[in-house]
Structure formats: C-alpha cells, structure tokens
C-alpha cells in the first residue's frame, strides 16, 4: 500500500510564501511523475506542477510558472511545491499526486492540505 502524506499548507497573507512537502511511503518499486493539483471551493481539481523523477523535468501550468517551483529529493521520497508570491486566488486544497509501481504502475492522491491566502 503507497501513501502520500502532504504538509507545508496553512494561512498566509497575500504576497506570502508557503512550502509544501509530499512523502510517499510503502513498498514502492519506482516511480514516474510526481506533482500537485489544486481544487478551490466551488471549482474543478487542476493541475499546478508536476516533476519527473528520474530527469527532473519539471511542468507548470502557465499562469503559475514564475510563482510556484517543483522539486523533489529523492533519497526523502519527498517532492516540495515552493509557492512565493501567493495571491487569494491561490486559496484552494492541494493535492499531492504521484504514478508509482508497486507490483503495477498506479495512480496515487494524498488526503489533501488547505491553503488560504488572505488579502
């Protein structure tokens, strides 16, 4: 069984920065991307960024590029999202996401960590 366990999110005022981190545990063999999407009350889950974990390609959503870097450290199992410059519109639920093998290659989510930007 994989988990994914984010931290790094709270409250944070407009122009702000906040880290989040996303730890993936159980019996993995490999993996292949790991990133983050969002969800706002109201709206659809998007995509933020996502990094390839044996390259480290690394792929943004264009009005977010600039703003939000992704990272990861592999000897942690661990991806970082660096938001900097946080505006309210970025108030919304981030999701950590990852495609990992284990006997087959799955699709993973974690549980979620809030973000609110105030203005």
């Known amino acids: 069984q994989v988990q994914l366990i984010e931290s790094g999110g709270g409250l944070v005022q407009a122009g702000g920065s906040l880290r989040l981190s996303c730890l993936a545990s159980g019996r993995i063999v490999s993996y292949a991307v790991m990133g983050w999407f969002r969800q706002a009350p109201g709206k659809e889950r998007e995509f933020v960024a996502a990094?390839?974990?044996?390259?480290?390609?690394?792929y943004y959503v264009g009005s977010l590029k600039g703003r939000f870097t992704i990272s990861r450290d592999k000897a942690k199992n661990t991806v970082y999202l660096q938001m900097n410059s946080l505006k309210p519109e970025d108030t919304a639920v981030y999701y950590c996401?990852?495609?990992?093998?284990?006997?087959?290659?799955?699709?993973?989510w974690g549980q979620g960590t809030q973000v609110t930007v105030s203005s």
């Open positions: 990094i390839r974990w044996s390259g480290g390609t690394t």
């Open positions: 996401n990852a495609q990992i093998a284990t006997i087959l290659w799955n699709d993973y």
